[in-house]
């Protein structure tokens, strides 16, 4: 089961795509005192991981709701998470346009939470695993896996200034790719995961 956590807490990692992440949280928190950055980065953590217990939670209730199949919502969610890893590896613009009068409250649910940290892919990604769970330690597994993986990110973002220090924006933008190529890669499996359902 220890292995099993490991590797949701992986594969949720690098869905985040923590060094793109990175960069968009340091173009939007730039101008704020690190003591600032740092208490933002604590309440986009503990926002991202309350939004994906309750996504996971729900997700049998979404698929019910809308008559979803399972095998669709992951070809979906895997097509954008490879559009994602697209945006990723090509090189993705993280500048942003935050005005001189926001707040880190103004932007600590949308864009940082959402869709930055927990985007569509995430989401998508969650509601499948939730639907495939048929046991409470699987879900309990799950769960941990996905609140490590958060925890991990987040403290990334606390650690922005450091981490812009020693990789520079240069190191930033490089690993940004490495982590597209990685998406890509559970991109693909998902899809085809979910076409060979359809086939057999």
């Known amino acids: 089961m220890l292995i099993y956590i490991i590797n949701v807490c992986v594969k949720f990692f690098f869905m985040c795509a923590p060094f793109f992440v990175l960069s968009t949280y340091i173009a939007i928190t730039r101008r704020w005192e690190d003591s600032v950055r740092r208490t933002l980065a604590i309440k986009v953590m503990v926002a991202s991981i309350l939004m994906c217990v309750i996504v996971y939670i729900g997700g049998d209730f979404i698929f019910a709701l809308f008559g979803i199949n ?62 495939e769970a048929h ?15 958060m925890l991990m990110v987040g403290f990334i973002l606390y650690m922005s200034s450091t981490v812009e220090r020693l990789v520079t924006k240069q190191g930033i933008s490089v690993m940004t790719k490495i982590s597209g190529l990685i998406l890509s890669a559970i991109a693909a499996q998902m899809i085809m995961t979910g076409i060979k359902a359809f086939i057999h």
């Open 135 to 149: 046991t409470i330690t699987t879900r309990i597994a799950d769960l941990t896996g996905i609140t490590l993986a």
């Open 70 to 131: 399972i095998h669709s919502f992951r070809i979906g969610t895997g097509v954008i998470l490879l559009l994602t890893a697209i945006q990723l590896s090509s090189g993705g613009d993280s500048s942003s346009n935050v005005g001189p009068d926001v707040t880190p409250s103004d932007v600590m649910i949308v864009p940082l939470t959402t869709p930055v940290v927990v985007g569509p892919a995430i989401l998508g990604s969650i509601v499948v695993m939730a639907a």
